[in-house]
């Protein structure tokens, strides 16, 4: 209903020819709302013949009367107040009023009112138009009764809900989902949960939702303060309707996505316990067999020293006196031999596929066996895990002996007698199209000449200076280099040694 002010001062009259009055009367006592023409003070002057339909009064039972005629008496006064304090202004008014028809039957009338005001500025009539709502009113409540009940199923699910449309917002949550938000300090935990199963989830999500469609995929999210929680997500897509009006005579909407998410904390932290004890075992076995690799290639990497002094002293006695340089070239011989026996008993590092890894869950994993010797050394542990990471490719086993190896150096760094400040952050975040994990000791640090040097194999600080940088950085490299990552060692912000790895998020291992 259009609520335009009838008040107006012409400056040029309107063409007479162009619409003959009748043609007006006809028009608004055929129109298909009820009109209404009052006095200033409501009296009703005319009436058309929709008001009759809609009020029941016959024309002759209804003009003389007040429009009051028509109210129920119930509805509050204040409406009425606003109505007049508007129109009394010269100002149109709507609003929804309870009105009584003839025969008795209450009715929910949508009214407008506008002053008819005359060239000197007064108001002479009112134009009233008002339409019967209350099938209307019906189904907005049903819609709202509706849309409570569906609030309060979803709220009472045990599970969250969010129902996401297709530019990835938050449409439809429950109670649950409230809480994760809490729970989990990040601002939209389906954001956070799609980031780390499908990173590129936002542009699948406007080009082709079906492509997210998962069954129970379990994601981490890592906090900086309590335990990991573990989610699953279930989703599906949900038929939308637009509701904008360009949509109007197509149906045809774009679908959303509906995320279920159950909490598996405990019987992931189950798993994960039984996981971790069989974790250390194997990476115990693991380092137990480096070292003998690393104790016979050292000792391999030495014998070596004296052999080519000897195949020297060979060549310089092969004329002076043959017999003895045959002798020594039989020993030699014999001696690589030993060294060749020695070779082939090296023991290899296990051949590991490559798999999909979450370094988050890597490092979770040495934090988690490293405990023991971390509370032992009485080193206390900042963990800042980035909330969600995208997954690489890798080899777990080894990417868990990398970050051991680093977490083990920081302990023994620190774990000096009457070394006094002893902390270990380990942090890992996403920074572009890579992975950057830090692991920070505040122990005495490694001179900036030794930080090449100690990636080289069998250098170790140990002994001499009373610095000692660890052994295996030349593996830790090795891992690193095979995940197509960097290693890089630096001074930490308490002085200590910064171990800093980073891997692309499409890096192919080797
Ligand atoms: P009333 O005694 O009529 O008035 C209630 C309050 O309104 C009073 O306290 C007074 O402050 C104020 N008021 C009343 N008349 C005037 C006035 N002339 N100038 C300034 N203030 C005034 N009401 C309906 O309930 N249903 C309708 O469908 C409806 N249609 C209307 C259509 C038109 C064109 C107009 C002008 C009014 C319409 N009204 C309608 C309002 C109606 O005239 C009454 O004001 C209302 O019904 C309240 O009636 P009442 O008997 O309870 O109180």
Redesign the pocket.
Known sequence: MSAAPLARKRTKPAPESSLPPEAYRQAVDQADLAI?I?D???NILFANETFTRVTGYAPEEIVGK???M??N?T?P?EL??T??AD??AQKPWSGR?L?RRKDGELYL?E?T?SPVVDAAGQTTH???M?RDITELHRLERVVANQKHLIESVVDAAPMALALLDPSGRVILDNQEYKKLVTDLRVKEPAHALLDGLTPAWRETLADDPRQLVMHNREARIDRAAGRARWLSVTSSVIGMHSDCADSYFCAAGQPGLLLVIADVTNLRDEQERARASALQAVLAEEERTAAIREGLSAAIFRLEEPMNVMTSAISVLQRRDPATATMLQMALNSSREHIETLRQVIPQSPQEIVVSVNINEILRDVLEVSTPRLLGAGIVVDWQPATTLPPILGRPLQLRMLFKALVDNAIEAMNIKGWKRRELSLTSARHGDCIVISVLDSGPGIPADWRLKAFEPFFTAKGGSGKHIGTGLSRAQQVVADHGGIIDLDESPSGGCAAIVEFRVDGDPI
């Open positions: 209404s009052t200033p003070r409501a007040n429009e009051s028509l109210s008496h509805t006064p009425y107040k109505m007049w129109l009394s009023l009105n009338a009214l009112i009112f134009l009233g008002h």
